[in-house]
Every structure is written in C-alpha cells, then in structure tokens.
C-alpha cells in the first residue's frame, strides 16, 4: 500500500537498479515516474526518445515495483513555447507567461490539446499494455501555481461559446448577470470579455461563470487525457492528482475521467499558510494541523466515490512555504497511517531522493542527496513492517454527512461581504469542530442521498437547489445549516423569497438583513446555546420560537422538526455548543477528545492518532485488543484496536 515518486532522469541509470532494490527493501509497492520528462522523451519536435524510459520500466518491474505512468503535460518543452507561443497562459494582468517554470500553459489552447494529445497517445500507445505499468496519473496538479484560470485569446473565445450553450439567447445572459446595472449590457456573445483588467469590480455572476468555465476547461482536458490512454490501454487504472484544500476547480465534476481520486498531502506547508486560531500555528507547526490532511482524506475519498490514494506524502520539510520546520520523529509515519485509516488504498512519497540542484534542492525525501536513508524512509518502511501484520477492511459509512460545494466557495469568493467568512475556514472549523468530538464525518454533496446519516451539517451552502432541498427533506437525521445557506440563486441574486430561499419549505424563516462585523466586536449569543457570532450575523423574520438570541433580543439559533438554523458566524464557544447540542438531538455519543487527539474507524478497526503535544489514553474499550501500539498512546504515535 505504499508508493514513491521518482525522478529516474535526473540521476545516471548506473543508479536506477540499486534504487529500485532499495524500494522494495524499504516496502514500496508502487513507483510513479516520467509526470515531468517530456524535454527527455521528445528533445526536439517529433524526436522520440523513449529508450530510457523502457529500460527504468524494465527494471522496476524487474525488481517487483508496479509503475505508475504521468503524463508529462505539466511540463512541456522549451521548443513547444518557441514555436507555439499560443500554448503559453495568460495571466489577469494580460501577460503571457514564459517558459521556465511550470504549469504556464493554456488549457484551452487548440494547440496545446493538440501536442498533449499527441504524446499522451504515443505514451499510450507504448506502454498501455505493459504489464509493469499499474495505472497512469494525468497531468500533475491541475490549478497549482495559479494556473486554474486562464486569460488567453483561446480562453476567452471558449468562454463565449460555453455562455452561449449555457444561455442560448444574449438576452437570458443579461438577465442572468443583471447587466443593466452599470450599463454591462451585451449585444451578442461576442461581446462578452473574460472578467479581468475591469476598474471596481466584475459583476459576481461573470466571475462565477468564468470560473464554472475555467474548472469545466480543466475536466474537460484531463477526461481529454484519460480518453486518449483507454483507447490504448487495457487493464491500467487512470486517475490525476488533485491538491488539498484547493477550491479553483471541482474535482468530483473532473472525477467523470477518472478511476480513483489521488491527492498531494503536505500537512506542515498547508498548517503554515492557515491562520489558526489562538496558539495551534505554534503548536502544530511540526505536526501539521490534524485537520489538515483529515479533510483532504475525507474529501477525495468522496470524490472518488470511495477510493483514494495519496499520491505524494510528505517526507519530510517542503520548500514552498513561508516556512518550512522538519516534521517531529514519528510523523511520516502518523500522517501515513491517518490516510490509511481514512481509506486511502496507497500512500505514495515525495519523493525517493533529495535532489540536489535546481528549485526543489531543499525539499526532502525519503533519501539525503547522499543517498543515505533518511528519518522519513526509515519510517516508511516501518508502515510497511505494521502494515504486513495488520491487513485493512474497506471503510464504512460515517455517522456524520458534511455537504460540501465547490460553488460556495466561488460564491463567497466573489462577493465576500467580510475578511474574514471565507469557505475554507467556515469548513476547516465546522469539521474540527466534529472530529474534536470524535466522529468521524463522510463529505457528500448537495443533493446527495442523506439518508443513513444521523447528523448532516451544512456549514454554508450558497444555493440550495431543487435536488439540495430534496436530500435534505429525505434526510434521516438531525440536519444543522450554516448563516449565508440559500442565499443566492443559481444566477448569483437574492432569492425573490430571500434567504434562505428554498430551504424556507423546511425551516419557516426569512434573512431580512445582514450585518458582517470586525473580529473585535463579537454579539453575545444566549440560550440553549451560548457564545459569540459578529463575523456574519443575520437579523431573522419567523413566527418559530428561537432557541437562541443574540444580545439585542434578535433570533439566532432555530429549530423546525429535526432542522437547525444558525444565523451566524459562530466564534468557537458559540461553535462548540451549537454542534453538541445538534449532536445530542441525534442520540450520537461524543466526547471531547484531548488537544491533537483524532479518532478514526475502518472496518472493524479503531485508530488513536495523536497529533497534540501530550501522551494520551486511546478511549479503547476496556479489554480492547489492541494491534497497534497500545492503550498509552504518545506523541506523534498511533494505536489501533478492533471492537
Ligand atoms: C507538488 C508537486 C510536486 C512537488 C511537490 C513539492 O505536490 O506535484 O511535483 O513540486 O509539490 O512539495
């Protein structure tokens, strides 16, 4: 169940089979090679040379390793930018991007499709039956470095077309973005520009399609991909590696071409990019946040319609943060162990050696640039030892659905109202929140089946669709919404019945104003629950009794039936109460668990996971079998019993 990413192109071939004997000696199963080769496998425009490649595919197989084949389209060469300067990106600023990094070019570039379609098949057509090769990954990081959107002549004229199929008349588009406002208005689709290089701001609904636009673009070139490898392979798995927490395009829509979802696990860049609250910065810092990778799991397990793999794990510090501190001893292995509880069916590193040139000279890996085995490959392979003796059961459902949109994100993106009510840290809270409390959580989408769940939660939704507002009707349990849900139609305005738009069939309330206040002035919150909530606050028309107010008498907690209205952005008391009290109405037992503690269920298997700074007692049954560690469980460490 593990894996590594490695560079053979980057260090002579005298060193390729002893690597490769290292790798099974370590416990790796899998090797993914060749996402960035193509200035190696076409050194000028129609040069093939793939001879290389056979031979480090000769030899993994040879030594037991299955191949995982990218396709190097993340990474084009200098002759392709030369002599087709159109497959180059342009960012908002209107600039043409050069050569030299990577990820500068254009997915909607018919040139660009072309020349991708054209090695990706002769990959194919070469290694799509090779029994070493295991599966392909397509491309690598789709969105990362900014690239998601694209402001190119090409992009533009894909988006009009999509406007067109999306509207059919002119007309429906201003009505749609309500173009009348500011004079906006179109003639014909021709006339519509990308939203970018605009004083003041673009309208909301033209930035919202243009990003529906952008992530379509991405899926649409990847399942482009994943075509042209299945035409040509058999028996091989495609999937690509996603990044966690990125909202810039909707993988469970890009998860059409796919066979699994994978993603790239980088705990302590991620934990030094958030803004945590009171002292985790400080205290996760060498951990990583146990959320952090916890979500990425839960996420593309879902996106992947229940199967995923980590497709790079770090190893060890990274290189792209602000700052970069070592993870403590024992973490590789902890975060390698927190996926596989969460279902992950591979855990792959980056990367087998620290290469010593160029932009990632400090980034680690499993080896030192001398080739010695590093912390992080010594801890691999003792996963791998564990993991001989612990065979895995397949995940089962959660108790708890958290209904996650990638819309929603866009949609407070692009109208914010306040600093602070971001998407991703509305998110990130609400499911610390759950998994402080031990349980684990399945992300679904709206308009998902909620049937089986005890509890849903719906931090923020920005539309409620007729299939929202049916899944959540259909719902089993105890249903819990976030302020800001139904607020917008699908054309980004006001609902005509005003928030919370359809979801007033189920909870008889109306969001007759908003108010967002600065962080230093929190309103009271009183009743069943109590705390704060300023960030967003909602002032409620509704003939129901609340069962909280804030300080000035307004309504800001309501039950109808089993569904739960918050009309605010909670601070953590106001958090903490409303979702004990939600999970208490759904008879699910919960405690709070020690600072850093995170319990996961697999099958018949329990896991402690502990991220916090303190040895803590695993809440095992008393007389639980323990076959990890055991009951005593210590920082950075794991233990595992079955009930
Ligand atoms: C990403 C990329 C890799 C590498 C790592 C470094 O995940 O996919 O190629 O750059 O980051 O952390």
């Known amino acids: 169940m593990l894996g590594v990413c490695y560079y053979p192109e980057q260090w002579p071939a005298a060193m390729w089979a002893e690597d490769a004997r290292r790798m099974r000696e370590v416990g790796i199963s899998f090797v993914r090679v060749a ?5 190696r ?3 000028r425009p129609g040069e093939l040379r793939f001879e290389w490649l056979d031979e480090v595919i000769a030899i993994l197989g040879a030594a037991g390793l299955r191949v995982v084949l990218g396709t190097p389209t993340a990474t084009p060469p200098k002759w392709l930018a030369d002599r087709s300067p159109e497959v180059l990106m ?11 990094g990577r990820r500068h070019t254009d997915l909607s570039s018919p040139v660009f499709w072309e020349e991708s379609r054209r090695i990706v098949a002769l990959m194919a057509e070469r290694y799509g039956r090779d029994p070493h090769v295991a599966g392909w990954q397509v491309d690598n990081e789709f969105g990362c470095h900014d690239s998601a959107v694209c402001y190119s002549p090409a992009a533009e004229a894909g988006f009009r077309l999509w406007l067109e199929r999306r509207y059919g008349t002119v007309e429906a588009l201003n009505a749609a973005w309500g173009t009348v406002f500011w004079s906006m208005e179109y003639g014909s689709f021709a006339e519509v520009d990308a939203p970018h290089l605009v004083v003041a701001d673009a309208a909301p609904a033209h930035l919202l399609d243009f990003q529906r636009y952008s992530s379509d673009r991405i899926a649409a070139y990847g399942q482009m991909q994943a075509d042209t490898i299945r035409a040509a392979s058999r028996d091989q798995f495609v999937t690509t590696n996603f990044m966690g927490m990125f909202f810039e395009l909707d993988p469970f829509d890009a998860m059409r071409a796919y066979d699994f979802a994978s993603w790239d696990s980088y705990p302590l860049g991620h934990t030094d990019r958030l803004t945590l609250p009171g002292d985790e910065n400080q205290v996760f810092a060498r951990t990583g946040h146990p959320d952090v990778p916890g979500f990425s799991n839960d996420f593309y397990r879902a996106a992947g319609r229940g199967r995923f793999w980590i497709m790079e794990q770090q190893p060890g510090p990274v290189n792209w943060a602000e700052h970069n501190p070592a993870p403590l001893p024992g973490m590789v292995r902890l975060w390698t162990w927190q996926a596989l509880a969460q279902g992950a069916e591979v855990v792959s590193y980056f990367r087998w050696r620290q290469v010593p040139y160029a932009q990632e000279q400090m980034h680690a890996a499993l080896n030192r640039p001398d080739d010695r085995l590093d912390r992080g490959g010594h801890e691999a392979a003792q996963v791998a030892r564990e993991l001989a003796a612990l065979p895995l059961d397949p995940p089962a459902r959660a108790p708890v659905a958290l209904v996650v949109d990638l819309e929603t994100e866009w949609i407070t993106r692009f109208l914010p109202q306040s600093r602070e009510f971001t998407y991703k840290s509305i998110l990130l809270s609400w499911y610390t929140e759950l998994r402080g409390l031990g349980l684990d959580v399945d992300v679904l989408r709206p308009g ?11 931090p923020t939704l920005g539309t409620v669709s007729e299939a929202a507002l049916a899944s959540f009707r259909d719902a089993g349990g105890v249903v819990l919404y976030g302020p800001r849900t139904g607020a917008k ?3 980004f305005a006001i609902p005509p019945n005003l928030p919370p738009g359809r979801l007033q ?3 008889p309330l109306k969001v007759a104003r908003v108010e967002t206040l600065r962080p230093e002035m929190p309103v009271a919150v009183a009743g069943t629950v ?5 960030l967003w606050r909602e002032f409620i028309e ?9 300080d000035d008498g307004e309504g800001a907690f309501y039950a109808a039936g089993r569904h739960h209205y918050l009309a605010a952005c909670p601070d953590p008391t106001l958090l903490a109460a409303v979702m004990a009290y939600v999970v208490g109405e759904a008879g699910l037992e919960s405690a709070r668990l020690p600072r850093g503690l995170r319990l996961q269920r697999r099958g018949s298997l329990t896991f402690a996971l502990n991220f916090g700074p303190d040895a803590v007692e695993a809440p095992a049954p008393a007389g639980a079998a323990f076959v990890l560690g055991g009951r005593r469980v210590a920082p950075q460490d794991v233990a595992a019993w079955r009930c």
């Open 35 to 39: 996402e960035f080769a193509w200035s």
């Open 41 to 43: 496998l076409e050194p």
């Open 90 to 100: 342009v960012d908002a600023q209107g600039r043409r991007r050069r050569h030299g």
């Open 448 to 458: 998902d089946d909620l049937s089986g769940y005890a509890l849903t939660v719906v």
């Open 489 to 491: 139609t699908a054309d």
């Open 505 to 507: 069939d189920l909870i």
């Open 530 to 534: 109590a705390g704060a909530g300023g």
């Open 542 to 550: 509704s003939d129901l009794e609340p069962l909280a107010r804030f």
